[in-house]
């Protein structure tokens, strides 16, 4: 990585903006998942969670989450993990998330 290439969270919360729960149309930023993200030269660190815990898609959203992170050119290594606490709830969800679902 050269200096040019400083990974910032910001550019891999963009990032993530391209992964969606394939069952609400809204990404996983919007709707609040993205419990904590750490960046540290290379490597990045993600903890997120599901709208409920036993969603089955859990696994599909974060391999989504991992290759979407991946694909960053100054990305060295991706951890994606889940979590489910706290539990998530509708009060997550941003308000860009919230007008995508009409709940404004």
């Known amino acids: 990585?050269?200096?040019?290439?400083?990974?910032?969270?910001?550019?891999?919360?963009?990032?993530?903006?391209?992964?969606y729960d394939?069952?609400?149309?809204?990404?996983?930023?919007?709707?609040g998942l993205v419990?904590?993200?750490?960046?540290?030269?290379?490597?990045?660190?993600?903890?997120?969670?599901?709208?409920?815990?036993?969603?089955?898609?859990?696994p599909y959203i974060a391999q989504q989450a991992e290759w979407r992170i991946a694909e960053i050119d100054a990305v060295e290594d991706v951890n994606v993990e889940m979590v489910y606490e706290p539990p998530w709830s509708p009060d997550m969800i941003s308000e860009d998330g919230k007008a995508q679902l009409g709940l404004d």
Not at 5 to 19: F, H, I, M, P, S
Not at 22 to 31: A, F, K, M, R, S
Request: proline share 4%.
């Open 22 to 31: 394939p069952e609400i149309p809204v990404n996983v930023v919007d709707l």
């Open 35 to 58: 419990y904590d993200l750490e960046v540290d030269g290379g490597d990045v660190e993600l903890k997120m969670t599901l709208t409920f815990a036993g969603c089955g898609m859990g």
């Open 1 to 19: 990585m050269t200096e040019s290439q400083v990974l910032t969270k910001e550019e891999v919360l963009v990032a993530l903006k391209d992964v």
